[in-house]
């Protein structure tokens, strides 16, 4: 899957996940994050991909992915005018973790447009300071309504 191995965990209501192979979830301070998965996949209701992978800081970062009959497909993220956590931060084709796994018939070259948790505000499970300056951990529930969100704008453009 990338130079990042991960174990697949049971797909539940047509969403895959994944979690890291190796131990990195070690350092991090205990909380609600041990128990999610790192790597999440699914078909949005908007039709379009959705993907959430955990950073090596163990914030999560929200995706979705576009194809070429998108008219923004491969475009720059900040000339897109959308609204997600923190702004768009991301912008490219299937790399490394930031890929999904196609099912039969669907896109292999997706381009992928998205955001991460990690900004001002924003708690971080690799470092024990962030609780000391109130800031929120974005749990996998609240990326995974940042995503739907994108989707619908991002299919919203297509129309």
């Not at 994944?18 to 990195?24: E, Q, Y």
């Not at 914030?59 to 720059?76: A, E, R, S, T």
Request: contains cysteine; hydrophobic residues 30%.
């Amino acid at each position: 899957m990338s130079e990042t191995q991960f174990l697949e965990r049971p797909t539940v209501n047509g969403v895959k996940s994944w979690n890291w192979a190796d131990d990195r979830k070690a350092s991090f301070r205990p909380g609600e994050w041990m128990n999610e998965p790192d790597k999440m996949q699914w078909k949005t209701k908007a039709g379009l991909d959705g993907l959430i992978v955990r950073n090596s800081n163990g914030c999560l970062c929200g995706y979705v992915g576009i194809g070429p009959q998108h008219p923004n497909y491969q475009k720059k993220y900040d000339d897109l005018h959308v609204s997600c956590h923190g702004g768009l931060t991301y912008g490219d084709m299937c790399q490394g973790a930031i890929c999904h796994v196609p099912e039969p018939g669907e896109p292999e070259h997706l381009y992928w447009l998205g955001f991460d948790c990690a900004h001002s505000g924003d708690d971080s499970p690799s470092h024990a300071h962030y609780r000391e300056w109130h800031a929120t951990y974005r749990d996998i529930d609240y990326v995974r309504d940042e995503v739907e969100s994108l989707a619908e704008q991002l299919a919203a453009l297509s129309n």
